[in-house]
């Protein structure tokens, strides 16, 4: 054997020690299993659904005693039961009710979840503090902790994970995927705050959707919880909540905490049906409603399949798109539900040549050449901009656009728009002319023509554009007058003179000139 040969000088001492350490392990293991027989067949599951445990025996074969055990075991029936079976530590406590217990017979109640021995089957005597272990273990399969895949077998928690491999770490993330990326759902965590009143007797607090997990909420005030329940089918229904206690609310289950200031509720999920939680007035003080939950996201892009080829012959190609998908209703639905999730990204559209084979009008002697040399790919193409829908204050502008195709002749013609799809669609809509209109603007008021009694007074008033130049456009009706009456407090010495003074130059000429000149177009340019 290599491994028994002289090491020669140059062979380092440490790689002659490793060889011969693997060759005795080696032959150690060889050695350790023929003392054995082979494994014999597995046995049946302990359980029909839920999860069980089964084993598989090997007979030692030597005199003495074999290294290594005896029994394996594997998982089995990871099926979820139906809601009706019931949990099933509760029904192996419940096989006891029908034997007396110091002379006395006990409607037994499960307890789970013992840090100490979760494999022990511990029950409670129904409406008693009486807790009694009724077996050392539970059966195999049964589950070492209520919010665990880990099970107990022989007596011993296991560590099982979502793969409902024995001995597996893989966890499920917080969307209810086993080893997933947690993008299949979103957190939602928020804070309610109540304001009822004596003819608003309740109010919703959230609405969580079906297939939602991990739901927690905690009211602080003196109201009260309570659910409104709808399934897919359309059914509706109510849960008071009146007491603390776990209950199946629509085949999910709902475990409810009540004490005098506060009350809690959890639901581990995934929720069967779609729950309302309300809130019930129940005192003058208001309350506040903490939640926290992972809602699915129900809408995903969904990859179709390819398109079919452009071409019959002589070189197309065919391109892949996307559609939106509703995984409650599993339908396609239209795109704007999954633009709904910024989580959701489109996948880009797939492209690929098809149908390469010459055509027969080509005699087979056409060289067939890449699509893109000879037969250009399908492109957007846009009419010009149709005049805006208005001249100031922002208005919008339109054009037509459609996928078109080129053929090696240079005539272009419309195709579908999946063609297109490997690349942005131009946009149809346009703002334009977001400039602000033309508006009157008023100079300062002159001075009183007269200097005591009634008098007039004069402004000059601009058309001016949004660059600040005089312009025209401007509405004539709002336009603010140019003169007005004005009253100079101090007495006149000349009662006759009633009438009010006419304006003097400059102001009243000036006024004329700007009105005379402002004849401009009425189309701002």
Request: glycine residues 8%.
């Amino acid at each position: 054997m290599e491994c028994c040969r002289r090491a020669t000088p140059g062979t380092p001492l440490l790689l002659l020690a490793f060889l011969l350490l693997s060759s005795r392990t080696t032959r150690s293991e060889e050695d350790r299993d023929i003392l054995w027989d082979a494994w014999g067949p597995w046995s049946e599951c302990s359980r029909t659904c839920g999860g069980g445990a089964s084993y598989s025996l090997r007979r030692c074969l030597s005199s003495k005693s074999c290294e290594g055990r005896n029994i394996r075991y594997r998982t089995c029936s990871n099926v979820d039961c139906p809601p009706e079976a019931g949990d099933f530590r509760a029904q192996q406590c419940s096989a006891h009710n029908d034997v007396k217990y110091h002379g006395q017979f006990y409607e037994w109640l499960p307890v789970s979840n013992d840090p100490d021995n979760p494999c022990s089957l511990k029950c409670q005597a129904k409406g008693t503090a009486l807790v009694v272990e009724l077996s050392p273990k539970v059966l195999d399969g049964t589950r070492c902790y209520t919010e665990s895949l880990d099970m107990c077998i022989s007596g011993l928690c296991q560590i099982i994970g979502c793969d409902h491999q024995l001995g597996s770490t893989v966890k499920e993330d917080n969307c209810g995927v086993c080893n997933g990326d947690g993008s299949t759902c979103r957190l939602v965590r928020g804070q309610y705050k109540s304001q009822l009143s004596a003819t608003k007797l309740d109010d919703t607090v959230v609405a969580i959707p079906y297939g939602s997990r991990h739901i927690r909420l905690v009211l602080k005030g003196p109201d009260h919880l309570y659910l409104e329940t709808k399934t897919l089918q359309g059914a509706k229904g109510e849960n008071s909540l009146n007491s603390t206690g776990t209950f199946l609310v629509d085949n999910s289950s709902v475990n409810f905490q009540k004490f005098p200031d506060k009350e809690i509720l959890r639901m581990a999920g995934p929720l069967t049906a779609d729950f309302i939680v309300k809130i019930r007035n129940s005192g003058p003080a208001n309350s506040t409603v903490q939640f926290i939950f992972y809602q699915p996201i129900i809408h995903r892009w969904r990859e179709t399949d390819f398109f079919p080829c452009s071409a019959t012959c002589g070189g197309g190609y065919q391109l892949t798109s996307a559609e939106c998908y509703d995984l409650r209703s599993n339908r396609v639905v239209a795109d704007q539900y999954c633009h709904y999730y910024p989580e959701n990204i489109k996948p880009k559209p797939k492209l690929q040549e098809c149908n390469l084979d010459p055509c027969p009008a080509s005699d087979g002697y056409k060289q067939i050449m890449p699509y893109d040399l000879y037969h250009p790919l399908p492109r957007w193409e846009a009419t010009p901009w149709t005049a805006c829908s208005s001249s100031c204050g922002g208005g919008i502008q339109n054009r037509a656009v459609s996928c078109v195709e080129e053929d090696i002749q240079g005539h272009v013609t419309s195709v579908e728009e999946w063609k297109c799809m490997y690349t942005p669609k131009m946009p149809i809509v346009q703002p334009c002319n977001i400039f602000d209109c033309p508006k009157w603007l008023a100079q300062e008021w002159s001075p009183c023509t007269v200097t005591c009694g009634q008098g007039l007074r004069y402004r000059v008033v601009l058309c001016i554009d949004h660059r600040g130049m005089h312009t025209g456009g401007c509405s004539p009706k709002t336009k603010p007058h140019i003169k007005e009456e004005c009253i100079i407090p101090t007495p006149c010495y000349k009662p006759k003179e009633k009438l009010p003074v006419e304006a003097k130059q400059p102001w009243h000429k000036q006024a004329q000139e700007l009105e005379e000149g402002a004849a401009v177009s009425e189309e701002p340019s």
